[in-house]
């Protein structure tokens, strides 16, 4: 079966640190992408970051980078210079090639302190 | 604003009426994705179609079906509803349903069974 696994139910950070959101998936498959999504409390999902499995590079995306370590299936989210906004549930994704349709992880709820 | 629309935002209905939630999605994309977001089940793959057809099928009960229309808005229809199919339904749209394609999504459609 696809899973995708996040350890952390919940996170906390102080604003303008830095956090890292774990995130596990089980593929045998070698061409596959991954995602980061965000839902705020307004509950729209929202692309933060996605990641080619054939690429070595990291993705970034300004404040948002990922950790992408393929042999160990793990593909994490770190977030520097934490904001107020950044506060929501953060969900883990991926589509394997031949299908479409996004597995996602549990979430994993990040509070931002002020 | 992720370009997807969906209507209704809100909605509540007893045990076995039946619902069609509506979905239009981006400007030029071609494929459209429901799916569902439960507290026990998580987020969920329904069911994707392309242009008009049907491409792919994940949890969806028989009771649920959906279509994409020519204009490529789609609707998902909820018979016999339940008490659990209480859960906040998106949809989501991309350019050709490619594998590794970002999902755009709607901001969803609450739906709660009295």
């Known amino acids: 079966a696809q899973t995708v696994t996040q350890s952390q139910p919940e996170m906390s950070v102080q604003e303008a640190e830095t956090v890292t959101l774990s995130c596990t998936y089980d593929?045998?498959?070698?061409?596959?992408?991954l995602f980061w999504y965000k839902q705020p409390p307004s509950r729209q999902m929202i692309l933060v970051i996605r990641q080619e499995a054939y690429k070595q590079q990291n993705a970034t995306e300004n404040r948002f980078s990922v950790n992408f370590q393929k042999a160990a299936k793990s593909f994490s989210l770190k977030i520097s210079d934490s904001q107020l906004g950044d506060a929501a549930m953060y969900f883990c994704a991926y589509t394997q090639g031949g299908s479409e349709k996004l597995v996602f992880g549990k979430g994993t709820k990040l509070t931002v302190n002020p | 604003d992720s370009g997807v629309t969906q209507t209704p935002k809100h909605l509540i209905t007893a045990t076995g009426q039946r619902v069609t939630l509506r979905c239009s999605p981006r400007?030029?994309?071609?494929?459209v994705y429901w799916y569902q977001q439960s507290l026990d089940q998580g987020l969920q793959f329904l069911i994707q179609?392309?242009?008009?057809?049907?491409?792919a099928k994940g949890n969806i009960l028989e009771r649920f079906s959906a279509q994409q229309f020519p204009d490529l808005h789609s609707e998902l229809n909820l018979s016999s509803l339940e008490l659990g199919d209480s859960a906040l339904y998106f949809c989501?749209?991309?350019?050709?349903?490619?594998?590794?394609?970002?999902?755009?999504f709607g901001p969803g459609t609450r739906l709660l069974v009295l």
């Open positions: 179609y392309y242009n008009g057809e049907e491409r």
């Open positions: 989501a749209s991309s350019p050709e349903g490619l594998a590794g394609e970002t999902q755009y």
């Open positions: 400007s030029g994309d071609l494929s």
């Open positions: 593929t045998s498959e070698s061409d596959y992408y």
